[in-house]
């Protein structure tokens, strides 16, 4: 995708965000997922919502073709209950002929200064709320998979694959399956969703503060806040100068490995240095 249309998806992104919290829609029980594989990672929808229910958001800016749309939309139908489709006006009348009448489509409006400012309905779309097993689980991994088969009373290995494991959750209701996979996402990605909320721009959500809907760079952060607290306990006392004339200053080469040192670091070469 070129960059520009980058740019385009993220202005409406963004402007989506901000008017479903206008309207209640990411409550507290709510979780939004930005970017969501699916189908074994060979598609991606553009925003989720958790909450009650899996809502899809397909985008699709002037810059961009209705080429694979049909084929994006068919298979966010098998994963989600329900799918909104979100158009530049150019699109709206294809999209309406095209795509099922369960799905929603909402056609985005800016102001005069070329600002997105709303999303105006053009079809209501309805919630068809998926029940097949395969479907349910697809978001969840193997192993919660196991404990929540367990947990209902039935017998079975972690080893098993999955198709097997679908087989045990036949006699478990419908709801309580998906009960448990909405929930199972909402705690995945709750604290991403958490930090978005939190750290956003109060008024208006920017392009920028997409990124803190990533857990992967919560965790690389995490990660990188722990090491720092490690190095901050590193005993450098030891390497200080020893009463040595060859020993040589390291300390503005440990920080090329991460360690910051206030105080010269020495070590003494195996050989002695030529003057």
Same mark, same amino acid.
């Given at each position: 995708? @070129?960059?520009? *249309?980058?740019?385009?998806?993220?202005?409406?992104?963004?402007?989506?965000?901000?008017?479903?919290?206008?309207?209640?829609?990411? #409550?507290?029980?709510?979780?939004?997922?930005?970017?969501?594989?699916?189908?074994?990672?060979?598609?991606?929808?553009?925003?989720?919502?958790?909450?009650?229910?899996?809502? $899809?958001?397909?985008?699709?800016?002037?810059?961009?073709?209705?080429?694979?749309?049909?084929?994006?939309?068919?298979? &966010?139908?098998? &994963?989600?209950?329900?799918?909104?489709?979100?158009? @530049?006006?150019?699109?709206?009348?294809? $999209? =309406? *002929?095209?795509?099922?009448?369960?799905?929603?489509? =909402?056609?985005?409006?800016?102001?005069?200064?070329?600002?997105?400012?709303?999303?105006?309905?053009?079809?209501?779309?309805?919630?068809? !709320?998926?029940?097949?097993?395969? =479907?349910?689980?697809?978001?969840?991994?193997?192993?919660?998979?196991?404990?929540?088969?367990?947990?209902?009373?039935?017998?079975?290995?972690?080893?098993?694959?999955?198709?097997? =494991? &679908?087989?045990?959750?036949? #006699?478990?209701?419908?709801? !309580?399956?998906?009960?448990?996979?909405?929930?199972?996402?909402?705690?995945?990605?709750?604290?991403?969703?958490?930090?978005?909320?939190?750290?956003?721009?109060?008024?208006?959500?920017?392009?920028?503060?997409?990124?803190?809907?990533?857990?992967?760079?919560?965790?690389?952060?995490?990660?990188?806040?722990?090491?720092?607290?490690?190095?901050?306990?590193?005993?450098?006392? $030891? &390497?200080?100068?020893?009463?040595?004339?060859?020993?040589? #200053?390291?300390?503005?080469?440990?920080?090329?490995?991460?360690?910051?040192?206030?105080?010269?670091?020495?070590?003494?070469?195996?050989? !002695?240095? $030529?003057?």
């Amino acid at each position: 995708m @070129a960059s520009s *249309s980058i740019k385009k998806e993220d202005s409406i992104k963004v402007a989506l965000i901000d008017w479903l919290i206008e309207r209640d829609e990411l #409550n507290d029980d709510a979780v939004l997922i930005n970017e969501l594989p699916i189908a074994n990672f060979s598609r991606r929808v553009d925003l989720a919502v958790a909450n009650g229910k899996l809502h $899809a958001y397909e985008i699709k800016s002037d810059s961009d073709s209705l080429a694979r749309l049909e084929g994006q939309i068919s298979t &966010y139908r098998l &994963y989600f209950d329900k799918v909104t489709l979100v158009c @530049a006006p150019k699109f709206t009348e294809k $999209a =309406l *002929s095209i795509l099922p009448n369960d799905i929603e489509i =909402l056609e985005i409006r800016k102001n005069n200064s070329g600002i997105i400012n709303t999303f105006i309905k053009k079809r209501r779309g309805r919630t068809c !709320k998926i029940s097949e097993d395969r =479907l349910i689980f697809s978001f969840v991994n193997k192993k919660e998979i196991v404990k929540f088969i367990r947990k209902n009373g039935y017998t079975c290995h972690p080893s098993e694959m999955r198709e097997n =494991l &679908y087989n045990l959750t036949k #006699n478990i209701s419908t709801e !309580k399956k998906r009960d448990f996979t909405i929930n199972y996402l909402k705690i995945k990605y709750k604290l991403s969703f958490k930090n978005f909320i939190n750290n956003k721009n109060s008024n208006s959500t920017s392009s920028e503060n997409i990124s803190l809907l990533s857990n992967n760079k919560i965790k690389r952060n995490l990660n990188k806040s722990k090491k720092d607290e490690e190095l901050k306990h590193i005993d450098i006392s $030891a &390497y200080q100068k020893p009463i040595n004339t060859y020993a040589i #200053n390291i300390a503005k080469n440990l920080s090329f490995i991460g360690i910051k040192s206030h105080v010269p670091v020495y070590i003494i070469p195996r050989k !002695k240095i $030529a003057s």
